[in-house]
């Protein structure tokens, strides 16, 4: 064979092998391309709506190339472990789960592990141990306990403050109730822990009178703050929420009975500085709430999912520290002072 005809079909070969490289990395990219699969435990709950807004609007601002799935678990855990099913046969490659039921993480975190896809869980806590269990595992939040000391703090600046505003029937103790979040969850048994360490922690007098899940939900909170009036009427000297769905409940039933008015209102206090809350609390009908951003935690969970699907420790560049596989957002609590800080922090998750 002449010289020439060997570099002709050298040349091709090697063109040849080139190009299937090419095609080869092409492919290979496209599979890289990020697909997240977003679960959130209830479509309708108000506080992961504007998480759930947050998200969205923060991926097309910063990640408009990126491909996601977002499914509603309908609060049924049932439903939310089936779509999280579809979700992997789908082809994500990663997964972001804020649970229905804390309970259900082991098996939402046996799901992924089998498929080989990380997880990053957000707004409900796994366990630990659950946490721990497999290398490619996170959480974004917030911390339930904290919140709910910064409720008891809240009231006892309060208390502090104005006593007498409070202290309706001048026995020098302030007379409760605590609505509590759904039993079992450990948000809800969290936050009634710290709300008692930290009426405890103050030194102040205080005496609750009534305490019952209304499993974070405004009707169950009407209902149940009805019950209390019908049993309690003015005694209730405060209402304390453990987050505002409960609150605007609370409030509902107090302004149908006459608890608040023009001239008189029984504080209430919640958890999540909703602008409905915020509106509610520059109005003086409720006393205050704890502030969780909802867009930084929308922004930490894709930022997390980011690094991960690219290759990058899960905390690169991340604006929050992680410590223990866990991203806590800052909590704050808010009154009149400064409402306008939960009012600015809603505005880019709506």
């Not at 699969?37 to 990640?63: L, P, Q, W």
């Not at 309706?168 to 979040?181: I, K, P």
């Not at 209430?268 to 520059?282: D, R």
Request: hydrophobic share 45%; aromatic share 8%; proline share 3%.
């Amino acid at each position: 064979m002449k010289k020439s005809s060997v570099f002709s079909v050298l040349l091709i070969a090697v063109l040849i092998f080139n190009g299937a490289a090419a095609v080869s990395a092409q492919a290979a990219a496209a599979k890289q391309v990020p697909y997240i699969g977003v679960s959130i435990f209830d479509f309708t709950n108000t506080f992961v709506g504007y998480i759930r807004n947050g998200v969205n609007y923060y991926m097309n601002e910063k990640y408009p190339s990126l491909k996601f799935m977002m499914v509603n678990g309908e609060n049924v855990q049932a439903t939310q472990t089936e779509r999280i099913d579809t979700m992997i046969s789908r082809g994500v490659n990663i997964l972001a789960v804020n649970p229905v039921d804390t309970s259900a993480c082991d098996t939402i975190v046996a799901k992924a592990k089998q498929a080989g896809l990380p997880i990053v869980f957000f707004n409900r806590k796994p366990t630990t141990e659950v946490l721990n269990s497999y290398d490619k595992c996170w959480y974004v939040g917030l911390d339930a306990l904290y919140q709910g000391q910064l409720e008891g703090e809240m009231v006892a600046d309060a208390w502090k403050k104005d006593s007498k505003k409070f202290d309706t029937n001048r026995d020098g103790v302030l007379q409760y109730v605590l609505m509590t979040g759904t039993p079992g969850h450990s948000d809800a048994t969290d936050r009634a822990n710290g709300f008692y360490a930290g009426i405890k922690a103050s030194g102040m007098a205080a005496e609750q009178i009534a305490t019952q899940p209304a499993n974070w939900n405004t009707a169950k909170a009407v209902e149940t703050m009805n019950s209390w009036i019908g049993k309690f009427g003015e005694k209730i000297e405060m209402v304390v929420c453990s987050n505002d769905a409960m609150a605007l409940g609370a409030v509902e039933a107090l302004k149908a009975n006459g608890l608040i008015t023009a001239k008189k209102a029984i504080p209430v206090i919640g958890v999540n500085a909703l602008p409905e809350t915020s509106e509610l609390i520059k109005s003086g009908v409720m006393l205050g709430s704890i502030l969780t951003s909802t867009y930084d935690t929308a922004r930490a969970v894709i930022d997390i999912c980011m690094n991960v699907v690219n290759g990058r420790a899960p905390d690169a560049n991340l604006e929050w520290k992680m410590i223990d596989k866990i991203v806590k957002i800052p909590e704050k609590k808010i009154t009149l002072e400064n409402v306008h800080e939960a009012i600015a922090g809603y505005k880019l998750a709506k």
